[in-house]
């Protein structure tokens, strides 16, 4: 372990191969998620359930009058779910 800054070498512990196999393992999961959101909502009963999803959680107002912080960070949250779907369709769609 390194007592003082100067004795503090970053080089020896990065592998820029390494690192760049474990980004592409992460990007090439993340383009077979969204292939998986991208064929289920290209059924009919998937593009249904994302319009009534969208209708429900998205299309509203997020807080109400009168609603606690819990209700207004639950509707956010519902929503932003709604919203990370869209987006990974669309990333299959342009991949």
């Given at each position: 372990m390194a007592d003082n800054w100067d004795d503090l070498d970053t080089t020896?512990?990065?592998?820029?191969?390494?690192k760049a196999k474990v980004q592409n393992e992460v990007y090439d999961k993340k383009i077979a998620y969204d292939k998986i959101f991208l064929?289920?909502?290209n059924t009919?009963?998937?593009?249904?359930?994302?319009?009534?999803?969208?209708?429900?959680?998205?299309?509203r107002v997020i807080?109400?009058?009168?609603?606690?912080?819990e209700e207004t960070a639950y509707r956010q949250g519902m929503a932003d779910l709604i919203?990370?779907?869209?987006?990974?369709?669309?990333?299959?769609?342009t991949k």
């Open positions: 020896e512990d990065i592998d820029i191969e390494e064929n289920c909502a009919p009963e998937g593009e249904l359930m994302i319009k009534t999803l969208r209708e429900r959680f998205v299309n807080y109400q009058r009168g609603s606690t912080l919203s990370m779907i869209d987006k990974c369709v669309d990333d299959a769609l």
